[in-house]
C-alpha cells in the first residue's frame, strides 16, 4: 500500500471507527428466501413447533406485500434471495459463561468500547452482545435474576421462558404489520429479552450491542421489553458495521409493554456504516419499533441518536391505550454524504388523558436527505388528550434536504394537539463569532450542533450521551466548507 | 502592537474602506468615531477576519504579523478580541461552558496549559460580580433571552476572561443605559495596561466620558479624515460629523 493510500485508509477509519472485520469462521445458511430456510433456522435454533409455524404464517404475508414507496427515499431495489439470512460464529457448543466465548469474539466487542470480561465490564450497565445473527454474551445475569429480572437472548428466552415469550411476541407488532415487520418474523435471528416484574426498579441499565460482520448477511433481530405493574426499565442499544462497498440489510422488531404505571425507558445509539462519501455501500435500516403503554399511568420515552446507515427508515411509536398513559419521543437524526433518513414517530392517542410530547432534530449535511415524518392520531376515546411536536432542522451547507411531514388526525374535540417547526441554516454569523474567540471552524460546528441537540442528549443515560456527542463530532468532521 | 497601513476593503465588490492608516501602540486606547455608513463595524470585522470582507489593497500588522494570512480563531489565539455590536445567540450551548472552551483553545494553540474548571469559575464569576451580571448567567445558552445590556456586558466578561492584548469594541456603548454604560466603562478600565491596547469604536461621546482616549479619530468615506485628543471628540458632540466632512470635501 502507498503512503497516501495508507493514509486517506487511516483517516477514513478515524471517521468511522467501527468499520473493521473480525476474521472468524461462520457457520451460515444458503442464501435464498424460502419455507426451507426458515425451516433451518428454526430447526438451528432448536425452537418449538408453534414457532415456527408463526414464522411461516408472517413469511406467506411477506409474499403478498410490497415494500413501502411512501417515504422520501430513493430505493434501491433489495434482492432478498441473495441475503444469507443466518450467519454465526462456529462453536461446539453454546458456551455457558463468558469465559468460554471465542477470544476473538470478546476482541471484537472490546475494539468497539463494550468491554464483557468478568473485570473490565461497564459499570452499572448490563450488556447483551449480539455477533451477526447470535446473542454470544450477555453480562450481569445472575446479578439481575436475584432482582427478579429477566435479561437475555432473544433464542435463550424462547428456550428458558417460552410462555413468556409466546404471550407477548407480535402483540404489539403483529406478524402483518408491515412488509419489513412480516419479514423479519418470517426470518428473526437473534436480538434481546427483557422482563421486569411487578414493582420492580431495574438495578441497573440494560443494553443490546448489535454487530453485523459477516458478508452478504442481513441482520433481523428481535428485542421485547415487558414491564409488569409498577416497574422500570432504562434499555440502550448500540450497532455498527463494517465498511464494505455492498450494501447490507438491517431490519429489526423491536416490541415494548407497559403496563399500570410501568415506565420503559429505551434509547438507541445507531451507528451502522452509513457508506462511503460517494454514497456508496452502508447498511438500510428498515426497523418497526412500537411500544404499547397497554395500561393506565404507564409511559414509554424512545431516545434515538441515528448518525449511521445509508438508509434509515424508522418510525418508533407509541399507542397509548390505558387512560394518563403518556409515550415521549427525542431524536437526533444526522445525515452527510448521501445518507437518507426518513425517521419520527407514531403517537395513537386511545385512552383518556393521555399526553406525548415528540422533539425531533434534524441535522443535514453534503448532500444528504434528513425527513420527519410523524402522526399523532387522537381517537374518539382520547378525552382530553394532549400532544406537544416540536420538528426543528439545522441545514449545513447548500447541497442537503430538510423535510417535515406531520400527519395529524384528531376524532375528539377535547384533545389538543401543538406542532412547532424550524428549519435553519447554521449560522455564518454563529461560527464566526466562535471563531473570532478562538474555536477552531469543525469544534464551532460541533458546539453548535451539540446545542441544537441539547433538549434530546439530555434524556439520554449520562454514559451513553458522552458517546452521542463524541459520535456527532465524529461524523461532523469534515462536513463543513 | 497594531499599524494599518493603506487599508482597501470591500464587500461583494463594493469599495467600504478606501486607504485607512492607523497605528495603536501598546497600552494606548484609541477611539474611532464616525457618522453611520461611514465603515466603522467594516474595519472592527475586518480586523477579526469575517469571511466576505476582502483586502483589495494595504494590510493589517499585528504585532509584526500580517493578519490577512490568519484565520478568525488564529487572529483570537494571537490576543485579539472583538467585542460584537451585536452579540450573537448560540441556543444550547451553555455560557460557561463556550467561554472555557473558546479559552482553552486559544491556550492550546498558543502551547499553554489548559485551565481546570475551578479556576475558571472562579475568574468568570468575579468578572460576573463586577459587571454586576447574575451567576445563573453562566447556565443559560450563549446570549439566548439576554436584554441588549446584558449582551453586551457578556462581551465584557468575555473580554476580561480572554485577556486580549488587542481590543476592538464595536459600538459597545449603544444601548446601554446610564448604570450599564458605567459599568461596561468600569470593565473596560480595569483592563488597561501598558501592554494591552483598545480600538473603541463608537457613535457617541459619551462613552469616551469615562474612558480617557489616548487618541480620537474620525473615519468617513472609508478614510480617517481627522485625528485629535480627547478634545476632538469634544468637539464632535457639540458640532456634529458635518463640519469635518465639508472641511474633508473642501480639501
Known amino acids: 500500500m502507498s503512503q497516501t493510500t495508507e493514509q486517506v485508509q487511516e483517516y477514513i477509519q478515524q471517521r468511522y471507527k467501527a468499520g473493521f472485520y473480525t476474521d472468524i469462521d461462520e457457520d451460515r445458511v444458503p442464501a435464498g428466501l424460502n419455507e426451507e430456510i426458515i425451516a433451518m433456522i428454526s430447526a438451528k435454533k432448536n425452537e418449538p413447533e408453534w414457532l415456527l409455524e408463526w414464522r411461516l404464517k408472517a413469511f406467506q404475508q411477506w409474499k403478498k406485500m410490497v415494500g413501502p414507496n411512501w417515504a422520501h427515499l430513493k430505493l434501491p431495489p433489495i434482492d432478498f434471495q441473495k441475503i444469507h439470512y443466518y450467519a454465526a460464529p462456529k462453536q461446539e457448543n453454546r458456551p455457558k459463561s463468558l469465559d468460554e466465548v471465542d477470544p476473538k469474539l470478546l476482541e471484537t466487542f472490546d475494539k468497539l468500547g463494550v468491554p464483557l470480561h468478568e473485570r473490565e465490564r461497564l459499570a452499572g450497565v448490563a450488556v447483551d452482545a449480539v455477533f451477526d445473527s447470535v446473542s454470544v454474551g450477555t453480562t450481569f445475569q445472575k446479578e439481575l435474576k436475584e432482582a427478579g429480572v429477566i435479561f437475555c437472548s432473544f433464542s435463550e428466552a424462547v428456550q428458558e421462558y417460552p410462555d413468556l415469550v409466546r404471550e407477548y411476541l407480535g402483540s404489539v407488532v403483529p406478524h402483518t404489520d408491515n412488509y419489513f415487520a412480516a419479514l423479519n418474523s418470517a426470518v428473526f435471528t437473534d436480538g434481546s429479552f427483557v422482563y421486569i416484574p411487578k414493582d420492580t426498579r431495574c438495578p441497573m441499565e440494560l443494553s443490546t450491542y448489535f454487530r453485523i460482520n459477516a458478508r452478504d448477511t442481513g441482520q433481523f433481530e428481535r428485542t421485547l421489553i415487558v414491564a409488569e405493574p409498577g416497574s422500570h426499565v432504562s434499555y440502550l442499544e448500540g450497532c455498527t458495521a463494517p465498511m464494505r462497498?455492498?450494501?447490507?440489510?438491517?431490519?429489526?422488531?423491536?416490541?415494548?409493554?407497559?403496563?399500570?404505571?410501568?415506565?420503559?425507558?429505551?434509547?438507541?445509539?445507531?451507528?451502522?456504516?452509513?457508506?462511503?462519501?460517494?454514497?456508496?455501500?452502508?447498511?438500510?435500516?428498515?426497523?418497526?419499533?412500537?411500544?404499547?403503554?397497554?395500561?393506565?399511568?404507564?409511559?414509554?420515552?424512545?431516545?434515538?441518536?441515528?448518525?449511521?446507515?445509508?438508509?434509515?427508515?424508522?418510525?418508533?411509536?407509541?399507542?397509548?391505550?390505558?387512560?394518563?398513559?403518556?409515550?415521549?419521543?427525542?431524536?437526533?437524526?444526522?445525515?452527510?454524504?448521501?445518507?437518507?433518513?426518513?425517521?419520527?414517530?407514531?403517537?395513537?392517542?386511545?385512552?383518556?388523558?393521555?399526553?406525548?410530547?415528540?422533539?425531533?432534530?434534524g441535522i443535514s449535511a453534503g448532500h444528504s436527505n434528513n425527513s420527519y415524518r410523524g402522526l399523532v392520531r387522537m381517537a374518539p376515546r382520547a378525552e382530553s388528550a394532549r400532544n406537544y411536536t416540536q420538528c426543528d432542522s439545522l441545514l449545513i451547507g447548500k447541497q442537503c434536504g430538510a423535510h417535515t411531514f406531520p400527519y395529524i388526525e384528531s376524532f375528539n374535540p377535547t384533545a389538543k394537539v401543538e406542532h412547532e417547526a424550524t428549519t435553519s441554516r447554521i449560522g455564518e454569523d454563529q461560527l464566526f463569532y466562535c471563531r473570532s474567540r478562538g474555536l477552531g471552524e469543525e469544534d464551532a460546528v460541533a458546539l453548535i450542533v451539540d446545542g441544537f441537540c441539547k433538549e434530546v442528549f439530555k434524556e439520554l443515560p449520562m454514559e451513553f450521551a458522552v458517546e452521542a456527542k463524541a459520535l456527532l463530532e465524529i461524523s461532523l468532521e469534515g462536513a463543513v466548507g | 502592537m497594531l499599524r494599518i497601513n493603506n487599508l482597501h476593503v470591500s464587500i461583494d465588490g463594493k469599495e467600504i474602506l478606501k486607504g485607512l492608516n492607523l497605528e495603536i501602540g501598546a497600552g494606548e486606547l484609541h477611539a474611532i468615531m464616525g457618522p453611520n455608513g461611514s465603515g466603522k463595524s467594516t474595519l472592527g470585522y475586518v480586523m477579526a477576519g469575517r469571511e466576505g470582507y476582502d483586502i483589495t489593497e494595504g494590510s493589517i500588522e499585528f504585532e509584526g504579523k500580517d493578519l490577512n494570512d490568519m484565520e478568525p480563531e488564529d487572529r483570537a489565539a494571537a490576543g485579539l478580541f472583538l467585542a460584537f455590536q451585536y452579540p450573537v445567540e448560540i441556543p444550547g450551548v451553555n455560557n460557561a461552558y463556550f467561554l472555557r472552551s473558546a479559552l482553552n483553545a486559544q491556550k492550546k494553540a498558543r502551547g499553554e496549559e489548559e485551565v481546570d474548571s475551578m479556576t475558571f469559575l472562579k475568574t468568570v464569576r468575579e468578572s460576573l460580580g463586577q459587571l454586576k451580571m447574575d451567576d445563573t448567567l453562566l447556565k443559560r445558552a450563549v446570549n439566548e433571552g439576554f436584554s441588549g445590556g446584558e449582551k453586551k456586558r457578556n462581551e465584557i466578561v468575555q473580554m476580561a476572561i480572554l485577556q486580549p492584548k488587542l481590543a476592538v469594541l464595536d459600538e459597545t456603548d449603544s444601548g446601554l443605559d446610564i448604570d450599564a454604560l458605567k459599568l461596561v466603562a468600569e470593565g473596560i478600565n480595569r483592563l488597561r495596561n501598558p501592554e494591552r491596547s483598545f480600538m473603541v469604536i463608537t457613535h457617541y461621546q459619551r462613552l469616551l466620558e469615562h474612558l480617557t482616549p489616548d487618541h480620537v479619530h474620525v473615519l468617513s468615506g472609508g478614510r480617517i479624515i481627522e485625528s485629535g485628543g480627547k478634545e476632538l471628540a469634544e468637539r464632535l458632540e457639540r458640532e456634529g460629523y458635518s463640519y469635518l466632512q465639508a472641511e474633508a470635501a473642501e480639501a
Open chain 1, 245 to 361: 462497498d455492498e450494501n447490507q440489510l438491517h431490519a429489526a422488531v423491536v416490541e415494548l409493554v407497559a403496563k399500570e404505571r410501568a415506565h420503559i425507558k429505551y434509547s438507541t445509539v445507531q451507528n451502522w456504516y452509513p457508506g462511503d462519501e460517494n454514497g456508496k455501500g452502508g447498511i438500510y435500516n428498515f426497523v418497526t419499533k412500537r411500544g404499547d403503554c397497554r395500561e393506565d399511568d404507564s409511559r414509554i420515552t424512545w431516545t434515538q441518536v441515528e448518525t449511521g446507515s445509508a438508509i434509515t427508515w424508522k418510525y418508533p411509536s407509541c399507542i397509548l391505550r390505558g387512560d394518563r398513559s403518556s409515550g415521549e419521543f427525542y431524536s437526533v437524526a444526522l445525515t452527510r454524504n448521501y445518507q437518507q433518513a426518513d425517521t419520527g414517530t407514531k403517537m395513537i392517542h386511545l385512552g383518556k388523558n393521555t399526553t406525548s410530547k415528540i422533539i425531533a432534530k
